[in-house]
């Protein structure tokens, strides 16, 4: 009965070479977030949609894209990974409206080589 | 932009004692204060939230008090056991719309419960 499933759960790419990552949830929530952990930080906000509507944080490098083509489904694409965007990426939902509680994922360990 | 303020950094208590980890605010349009525990290697759990129309709020061994005026909440743990170890992370939203959905975190508390 996973809520929010994040595939691959570990993923190695190469300096340069694109790589996508998945998230699906069972919940129907409204809100799709991605973050990304480093470690001994905070979870960072990427972007976020609210159904369709797509919501980029203005510190977010344009690297990082993200598609969303149906509720369930979110992707978050890094056109030319650096060995900075190692990371743990955490992918979250919440219902949207007046329910606020974020719910994440196991999240994507992502290592550059 | 918001700013969240978390405080200790590091936490240490022995087993049965209670811990206090306190979190303070910028913005007083923020009306939702989660609480997160991430052990290591692991995803963010909720383990408590309160929203601005209340002052505290309790769940077992767990609690959460807010003061609007002074723009501060804290995450109460009593009776602390082994596994109550882990990274704590305070957050702030300012609730519905558009961006106003965004958590903005505080930079986490390393808790060890000593047996």
């Known amino acids: 009965d996973a809520m929010v499933i994040q595939n691959p759960r570990y993923q190695v790419t190469q300096f340069g070479k694109p790589v996508t990552l998945s998230c699906s949830q069972t919940?129907?929530?409204?809100?799709m977030y991605w973050y990304q952990q480093k470690s001994s930080q905070a979870p960072k906000l990427l972007f976020h949609y609210y159904d369709k509507d797509f919501n980029n944080e203005a510190d977010t490098p344009d690297n990082f894209q993200s598609r969303r083509p149906n509720t369930s489904f979110c992707f978050l694409d890094i056109r030319s990974p650096g060995l900075g965007d190692a990371a743990m990426y955490l992918c979250a939902t919440s219902r949207g409206g007046t329910v606020y509680e974020q719910y994440f994922g196991p999240g994507t360990r992502l290592t550059v080589t | 932009g918001e700013n969240v303020e978390q405080h200790p950094s590091t936490l240490s208590v022995q087993e049965g004692d209670s811990a206090v980890i306190k979190c303070t605010y910028s913005?007083?349009?923020?009306?939702?204060f989660p609480w997160y525990k991430q052990e290591l290697g692991k995803r963010p759990q909720l383990i408590i939230d309160?929203?601005?129309?209340?002052g505290e709020k309790k769940d077992q061994r767990i609690a959460v008090t807010l003061n609007k005026t002074a723009k501060h909440f804290s995450l109460h743990i009593t009776e602390t056991q082994p596994e109550d170890s882990a990274v704590y992370f305070c957050?702030?939203?300012?609730?519905?719309?558009?961006?106003?959905?965004?958590?903005?975190f505080g930079k986490g508390t390393l808790l060890t419960v000593n047996p």
């Open positions: 957050a702030a939203s300012k609730g519905s719309g558009g961006s106003n959905y965004k958590l903005t």
């Open positions: 913005d007083s349009a923020s009306n939702y």
């Open positions: 309160i929203r601005s129309n209340v």
């Open positions: 919940l129907n929530h409204n809100v």
